[in-house]
């Protein structure tokens, strides 16, 4: 045995080490690490496995009664940790499986095998019987499963053998038995490319490989390897789809867009995108991450920190544009204050209207609106910049007359800002662009990374585009989806000097919801056609979850009790089948029905823990979550219950409440893209309750 090692793990081998009791997990890693150290020493702990289908098959005690299963290939010294369990059960995992490379794909499979017909195979009855062997052998089904496959009678079987297959394998099938065609498969995921490149010879060459680095992950050192089993069901830090290392790794000429629906990872693309970046950075430059609001900003400085060192960190500034913008402005010079009270804002726009004296058919939200959405997206603040400003998107034609009276109460609103030293944040950000266009430094941004793209304004991107500089290599990575679009800041990327054409991706697989409720989800969205951030219709069919669940219930009660009493009982059941309370997270529409469902859950001896736009999900505090559906944007739960799903409180009467048809119809959209939000935090199961009369949303 050559005393030099190659030692990889497999997700599923962190997925069986996390079951462990405390004291055996600090005995394997210790283990590991011995072996790393000192091979050869160490070869007396592995023996082989007798009665299986594979003779790489080896196992190895750790202490008492657990043995970890391994596949050996000594001729290169590759040592693949597959799975850790007491030692009957794990026996009796290894006993049908197979640790092989993919004649067709080139990866790593770890997958079960039949020694013989379980069932008589009927060719014409079976889930896949429309497909020959060879075309299941192209997909990336290895021979030794052929059996397998044809034992399959539908698709429930098939969802029950997820763990049978390869991670890759079952994801193609899966594809073909939610009525995807061959071709529509193959094209998918460019599986011609894969068949006409090189197949690996040996274990060594095919960790090397995409399809391998997403089950497979290669521990180089002590301090990785400790990183690795400190928190093993955090997967994403670890392993990525070939899709989204792609993206990762890939370089742009330009400014480049992500797009995908809620749970298809593109935050973490994004995190992963910033690691991969920093090792391309000249002397003295950064990357910036910029996301919409604060507490994501935190989520996202809380994530890079577990896969990037100290040294790398120092090189991103994590930080949402809000923020990033009082910063700048502050350190040029200004003495205002910007205003995120969007109350007091609206109590000055009012007060504009009043004192300017203009008699207009139209109150003062819609003079906001045309403020934020036309006026402050020009390259100047005037009244003749104004007068020729596009409005498409508006959907009230004005005249000439009536928009020089519309300027005036802008000119009052701005003098009132003046007087009181204070910003709207739009207003702030115009600024903030008027400085960078005569700003004689350079910013130090080679990169920068936006998240949550839907919910950035015209003006927004015109700004990012100002800091990116002139457009360079791998200039700007902008990750959105337009169904999570709740702030209603629909902006056109090529519009605001950002050309993505021909450096679109889409992501399409969803890891975090069932396929049950991603599908339930879009229904609530009602076909409505949702764009790619570049104006762009956006076509989310070939979508697709790996994981299956019951569909969504819903329940309506007459009265608001009856709720609270349906929702403590079915939390209590959750808790005592074994669900971690910090798993469940209540979902409203309001601080106002936040704040209600925590009084009435204290009052009732629950511990609540409310997830405020201040803060960060700590972990360390136990209790149930609580949150609005804003806050709930870029988290997950196992367990999510939506409540309150009432008539005028989805959609918000207040916040559909706008005099221009176009307005109102986004607004309509936004709320019930809230909705959508809300329900795609959850992982296993979602709850969508009400009283009185039922959201139509819903019914």
Not at 394 to 422: A, F, S
């Amino acid at each position: 045995m050559d005393d030099k090692v190659t030692v990889a793990f497999a997700d599923n081998f962190l997925s069986s080490f996390a079951t462990l009791p405390r004291q055996i997990q600090v005995k394997v890693t210790d283990f590991i690490n011995k072996f790393k150290n000192n091979p050869t020493a160490m070869k007396h702990h592995f023996e082989k496995l007798q009665n299986t289908q594979d003779e790489k098959l080896y196992s190895a005690k750790i202490h008492d009664s657990y043995e970890v299963i391994l596949a050996i290939e000594k001729e290169t010294g590759v040592y693949l940790l597959l799975w850790v369990d007491y030692q009957d059960k794990a026996y009796e995992w290894a006993k049908r499986k197979k640790c092989l490379i993919n004649k067709e794909l080139g990866s790593i499979q770890v997958f079960d095998v039949l020694t013989d017909k379980q069932n008589d195979i009927d060719e014409n009855n079976h889930l896949f019987k429309a497909y020959s062997d060879t075309e299941l052998v192209e997909i990336g089904v290895p021979y030794e499963q052929l059996l397998l496959v044809k034992n399959i009678k539908n698709i429930e079987e098939f969802n029950k053998q997820k763990n049978s297959f390869s991670k890759e394998t079952y994801e193609y099938l899966e594809w073909l038995a939610n009525g995807f065609s061959y071709q529509e498969v193959k094209e998918l995921y460019d599986l011609q490319k894969l068949v006409d490149e090189p197949i690996p010879t040996n274990l060594a060459e095919a960790l090397q490989n995409n399809n391998t680095k997403q089950s497979f992950v290669v521990v180089e050192g002590e301090e990785e390897l400790e990183q690795i089993m400190s928190e093993p069901l955090e997967k994403w830090r670890i392993f990525l789809h070939p899709s989204q290392r792609k993206l990762v790794e890939k370089n742009y000429n330009g400014p480049a867009r992500v797009t995908g629906s809620a749970g298809t990872g593109k935050t973490v693309v994004a995190i992963h995108r910033a690691k991969q970046l920093v090792k391309q950075l000249e002397p003295e430059k950064k990357i910036l991450f910029t996301t919409f609001s604060s507490n994501l900003a935190k989520d996202i400085q809380e994530n890079l920190r577990k896969i990037c060192n100290a040294t790398d960190m120092k090189k991103i500034e994590v930080i949402n544009l809000d923020a990033w913008v009082a910063q700048f402005l502050k350190l040029n010079g200004y003495q205002y204050t910007i205003s995120y009270d969007n109350e007091k804002i609206d109590e000055i726009w009012e007060r504009a209207l009043n004192e300017s004296g203009e008699k207009i058919n139209y109150d003062y939200t819609f003079i906001r609106d045309e403020y934020v959405k036309i006026i402050i997206c020009q390259e100047e603040l005037s009244l003749q910049a104004y007068m020729n400003a596009s409005r498409i998107g508006r959907g009230i034609r004005i005249d000439r007359p009536t928009k020089l009276k519309i300027w005036h109460v802008v000119e009052e609103y701005l003098r009132i800002l003046k007087d009181e030293q204070i910003k709207d944040i739009d207003t702030a950000m115009f600024e903030c662009r008027m400085v960078l266009k005569n700003y004689k430094k350079k910013l130090v941004y080679q990169n920068i990374i936006i998240d949550e793209g839907q919910d950035f304004s015209t003006n927004a991107y015109k700004l990012l585009r100002l800091m990116a500089g002139e457009e360079h290599q791998n200039d700007m990575f902008i990750v959105g989806d337009a169904h999570q679009r709740i702030y209603n800041k629909k902006a056109v990327l090529s519009k605001c000097g950002i050309q993505v054409r021909g450096r679109g991706n889409v992501l399409r697989l969803n890891y975090r919801t069932t396929e049950e409720t991603r599908k339930y989800a879009f229904a609530l969205l009602k076909n409505i056609p949702f764009d790619n951030l570049d104006n762009e219709i956006e076509n989310y069919d070939k979508c697709q979850s790996l994981t299956h669940g019951d569909i969504p219930i819903v329940q309506n009660f007459r009265e608001g009790n009856e709720e609270i009493d349906y929702l403590r009982k079915e939390i209590k059941k959750l808790t005592e089948s074994g669900v971690d309370i910090k798993d469940i997270c209540v979902v409203a529409r309001t601080n106002k029905h936040v704040s209600h469902y925590n009084s009435a859950f204290t009052e009732k001896g629950m511990r609540v823990y409310e997830i405020k736009g201040s803060k960060t999900d700590d972990r360390n505090y136990e209790g149930l979550r609580i949150a609005t559906m804003h806050r709930v944007k870029g988290l997950e739960f196992q367990y999510v219950f939506v409540v309150a799903c009432n008539d005028r409180v989805i959609p918000l009467a207040s916040a559909i409440n706008n005099v221009d048809p176009i307005a109102k119809e986004e607004n309509m959209v936004a709320e019930r893209c809230l909705l959508y939000v809300a329900l795609t935090r959850v992982q296993k199961k979602a709850y969508i309750t009400s009283y009185g009369k039922m959201s139509d949303f819903i019914g």
